[in-house]
């Protein structure tokens, strides 16, 4: 009875349950579990990318979804123009009769040659949009050659990227010291040019020390560090005209103090100090003058709003305590940041130690970019995992997905990137009146695009309520019940996922995984050690239990629910899904030893039918769409 799109109406009625079909469904489910745990297939070399056939294989690696290839269109297909208005021929002008000439068009009068549509898509140029990069060298001449050519990816797809490049290994204060960083940025040059990209140096400082003079006036508490940098647009020039060029702007990591001094700072400050000086530019740029019809920006082609924040170093992305020093996959910056900092391993800072930093500039910049902005840590090993970042949006692998298909992932390694938004905060509401009814009714009904039955709905929740996961302003929600078994049946009650909602607008930026990681921490995953993330809620503190929900058959989110679920049952209309409880399965599992888990456990027998009876009988928590019909 959940989607996050799509509406899944609920009528109380009794299907058939099919014992047979029960034990199959056991049968698979432990068979899938034992390949997964007994898999010690090592991992595959990550990208190592020779030729130009890569960029191919790149964009068939994203396998983006209909919605993402919608998204990216959106952003970088081409915009509609308005139309031209005819010219007539007049009669007077004679038409070529050379049978080996083929008409070419009359630039005079405006008339221009009909094109194949094919052709016409193929030359209709896309609207570039721009990405912030930094540049955590040192690199050797082949790492560069791979993140190059991640570049030259992204430009063909048009994204043209601004880079700020560090050298660790030049010492601050050295003699050579701005001899060493123009090297290093000219070195970088000369890699994306081999690669096939025009790209500028930048040698000279884009940026101001200090803070911007309204920083230091404004009473307003904000949640993320202010950059130690400024920039004005009038700063921008030497950006905006590479850019403009179709060129790849290389910057040094460098700043004007107030004697007009050029003097190297940190290269975090700089991409701070751009990413939101970009913005405002490109906010003036697209304020319309009066007496114009177009803003300027239009006239450029290029966005100066970054649209992507990217973080290539050697280490890669931030280490994370769930996967025993493996990589985040998707981190909420509003809701995850300062937990992170807490349950970062010191033993990581050797192999890491740019990790914290680097996680800090990401919550800086995203704070001043667009909402639907992302920021990706990755490694040089893996340039066209930027391919499927900027494509889809999306982590490498879901963080979402069950536990035990993360352990036994091969794209999991110590070189997956690390994607990070912005995010919502996260908090787990435990009774009916500290809900927000007005918003709640609101999410439910744009989410499932049905009218809630609100007196029915609300008696039901007051009665069975367990909690409510609410993301942000209630932009998305996982209603959670504690559904009563009959009685002499000796079970305790069910944890029942009854509505599982995102906004449409919301779709797509993290939310649902957000959403989705926080009920795996409360329900099936609660007792482990990495499901003690800061949601408000219990905080990895008590015993799992098994999550059950409902689908309809025909639901299109099913797909996203079966790769979630440890099972699933299909009844007539329904689905019947459901996830062990994690901390039990690894239990049976020590107990067992390497024997593994036998297809039916004998606390297993008889809980589908259970489930079923039970899950099948609660009410529509919507009203009828025919009214007419229903009455007659």
């Known amino acids: 009875m959940l989607s996050s799109a799509v509406s899944s109406s609920a009528r109380a009625h009794r299907p058939a349950f099919h014992p047979s079909r029960s034990a199959q469904t056991f049968k698979a489910f432990y068979a899938t579990i034992r390949s997964l745990r007994q898999s010690h297939e090592s991992p595959e070399p990550d990208d190592v990318e020779p030729s130009e056939k890569d960029f191919i294989l790149a964009l068939l690696r994203a396998n983006p979804s209909s919605r993402d290839t919608k998204s990216f269109l959106a952003s970088f297909g081409p ?15 004679p038409v070529t009769t050379d049978k080996d000439v083929a008409p070419v068009g009359d630039k005079t009068l405006g008339i221009k040659p009909s094109t194949s549509p094919v052709i016409a898509s193929i030359l209709n140029p896309v609207y570039q949009r721009t990405a912030l990069v930094k540049l955590q060298s040192p690199f050797n001449d082949r790492q560069l050659e791979s993140i190059a050519r991640g570049m030259v990816y992204l430009e063909k797809l048009g994204l043209l990227s601004v880079l700020v490049v560090e050298n660790d290994q030049v010492a601050r204060g050295s003699p050579r010291e701005r001899s060493a960083l123009s090297a290093e940025t000219m070195r970088v040059v000369d890699a994306l040019e081999k690669q096939g990209a025009r790209a500028r140096p930048v040698l000279g400082a884009v940026v101001r020390l200090g803070p911007k003079p309204e920083d230091t006036t404004s009473p307003e508490p904000r949640e993320f560090d202010l950059p130690e940098a400024h920039t004005f647009p009038s700063d921008l020039v030497h950006i905006r005209l590479a850019l403009r060029a179709g060129e790849i702007p290389v910057l040094s990591p460098l700043a004007l103090d107030s ?24 906010a003036h740029d697209n304020t319309p003058v009066p007496g114009e019809e177009q803003p300027p920006a239009s006239q450029d082609g290029v966005d100066l709003t970054p649209l992507r924040l990217m973080i290539i170093a050697r280490e890669g992305g931030v280490p ?23 349950t970062f391993d010191p033993r990581w800072r050797t192999a ?7 996680l800090k500039l990401a919550r800086t910049c995203l704070a001043y970019m667009p909402p639907t902005s992302s920021a990706v840590m990755v490694s040089h090993r893996s340039p066209s995992s930027l391919i499927g970042n900027l494509i889809t949006n999306r982590p490498a692998v879901s963080s979402s997905l069950p536990h035990a298909l993360l352990q036994g992932n091969r794209k999991l390694t110590p070189d997956t990137p690390t ?31 049905r009218e809630l039955d609100e007196p029915a709905f609300w008696a039901r929740m007051a009665a069975s309520l367990d909690f409510v996961i609410v993301a942000g302003d209630y932009a998305g929600a996982a209603i959670v019940t504690r559904e009563v078994c009959p009685s002499g049946a000796g079970a305790a009650p069910i944890t029942y996922l009854d509505k599982f909602a995102v906004l449409p607008a919301h779709q797509g930026d993290g939310t649902v995984d957000f959403l989705w990681v926080a009920l795996h921490d409360e329900t099936y995953g609660l007792g482990l050690p990495f499901s003690a993330n800061p949601n408000g809620g219990k905080e990895g503190k008590g015993a799992g239990c098994d999550l059950v929900w409902r689908s309809r058959a025909d639901n299109p989110v099913n797909k996203w629910y079966f790769e979630r679920s440890t099972g699933h049952l299909r009844q007539g209309d329904w689905v019947l899904f459901w996830c062990d409880a994690e901390v039990r399965l690894k239990t049976e599992e020590g107990r067992r030893a390497n024997a593994g888990l036998s297809y039916l456990e004998q606390w297993e027998e008889g809980r589908l039918g259970l489930w079923n009876d039970v899950v ?9 769409k025919d009214v007419k019909k229903v009455e007659s």
């Not at 890491?352 to 680097?358: F, T």
């Not at 905060?425 to 695009?449: A, C, G, I, N, Y």
Request: proline fraction near 10%; charged fraction near 25%; aromatic fraction near 6%.
């Open 79 to 93: 915009r509609p123009q308005p139309p031209q208005p005819l010219v007539a021929r007049p009669a007077e002008i």
């Open 616 to 624: 099948m009988k609660i009410p529509s928590s919507w009203k009828p």
């Open 352 to 358: 890491h130690p740019k990790a914290l930093a680097n």
């Open 320 to 342: 994370s305590y769930a996967r025993h020093g493996l990589p985040h996959l998707l981190v909420n910056l509003t809701s995850e940041y300062q937990y992170i900092h807490e």
């Open 259 to 282: 004697f007009c001094r050029t003097v190297r700072v940190n290269a975090n400050d700089v991409v701070a100090a751009l990413a939101r000086g970009m913005v405002e530019a490109a």
């Open 419 to 449: 994607l990070l938004r912005r995010g919502l905060p996260v908090r787990v509401v435990r009774t009916v009146d500290e809900l927000d009814k007005p918003k709640l009714k609101t999410l439910l009904e744009q989410s499932f695009r």
